[in-house]
């Protein structure tokens, strides 16, 4: 594995939704100024002494303004590479979801100590082209940065114990969710079946992982991706019925009025 290619340094987030940073989580560090953006249909302001971090899905962002004095690293990081970085902890499931919700993080005057000097460690390392241990010494980075994640996340939210049990279980659910399953099987007992429980099991392991039902996160991961899709144009709305695999339009449009809040054709204009 090539760091160089799991590992993107970047100064601002105007380039977080494009097509090449698809399968980066994104990670960030504000120093001065804001951005406001919009994701998962809610506002958000992230600001000076505050972190954030996106999993994957930069598309999802939308209406991203950066004030003119703001200032920020940015440290893209692929999956791949943030698996083998990071420790072993099932923490990490439940901040998935958190984050889900809120992306960011606001710290405390020592947290932030230690982010900048996590982010400028990472910086360090990617710099270091002839290095002959680069890739152990940008993993051994990355994980410092991954762990005082979780710290500066559970100290806000708690650190609940997860299961391994229930920690494999809901990775295995919300990978069929990022894979799309959801555009064809929107059905708990799809997943259910795939997993070997039953649709009660997962939904009661799902609330007790991320506070919601694993329906939520079937119709969440749906809606998202249809506003996506209805924002770009580029399809029609038959071609994007079919795609989910509605039945008929009417069945597309009500489904976008009772989760989008607005009709397909509303939402387009």
Same mark, same amino acid.
């Given at each position: 594995m090539d760091s160089q290619q799991h590992i993107i340094i970047d100064n601002t987030l105007a380039r977080i939704g494009q097509p090449e940073f698809a399968g980066y989580l994104c990670h960030a560090y504000c120093y001065h100024g804001f951005c406001t953006f919009e994701r998962n249909g809610k506002n958000f302001r992230f600001e000076q002494g505050s972190c954030m971090i996106i999993a994957r899905r930069g598309d999802l962002v939308h209406n991203l303004v950066e004030s003119t004095d703001f200032a920020v690293d940015v440290i893209y990081v692929t999956q791949q590479f943030i698996e083998v970085s990071t420790p072993e902890s099932n923490y990490g499931t439940r901040g998935h979801f958190s984050l889900f919700q809120n992306p960011i993080i606001p710290l405390t005057p020592e947290?932030?100590?230690?982010?900048?000097?996590?982010?400028?460690?990472?910086?360090?390392?990617?710099? &270091?082209?002839?290095? $002959? @241990?680069r890739h152990d010494a940008l993993r051994n980075a990355v994980e410092c940065m991954i762990i005082d994640f979780f710290d500066f996340?559970?100290?806000?939210?708690?650190?609940?114990?997860?299961?391994?049990?229930?920690h494999q279980l809901m990775t295995q659910f919300i990978e069929m969710l990022e894979r799309g399953d959801f555009r064809q099987n929107r059905d708990i007992a799809y997943y259910a079946d795939a997993l070997c429980v039953t649709p009660k099991y997962l939904s009661e392991v799902s609330k007790k992982v991320s506070g919601?039902?694993?329906?939520?996160?079937?119709?969440?991961?749906?809606?998202?991706?249809?506003?996506?899709?209805?924002?770009?144009?580029?399809?029609?709305?038959? &071609?994007?019925?079919? $795609? @989910?695999?509605?039945?008929?339009?009417?069945?597309?449009?009500?489904?976008?009025?009772?989760?989008?809040?607005?009709?397909?054709?509303?939402?387009?204009e």
């Open positions: 947290q932030q100590t230690i982010c900048q000097h996590n982010f400028k460690a990472i910086k360090r390392r990617v710099a &270091q082209v002839g290095h $002959l @241990f996340h559970a100290q806000l939210y708690g650190t609940d114990k997860i299961s391994a049990q229930n919601l039902p694993a329906a939520y996160w079937i119709t969440r991961y749906t809606s998202l991706d249809i506003s996506r899709l209805l924002r770009d144009r580029s399809l029609s709305f038959t &071609q994007i019925s079919d $795609l @989910f695999g509605f039945s008929s339009l009417s069945h597309f449009s009500r489904y976008g009025q009772n989760n989008l809040g607005a009709k397909p054709s509303d939402f387009r």
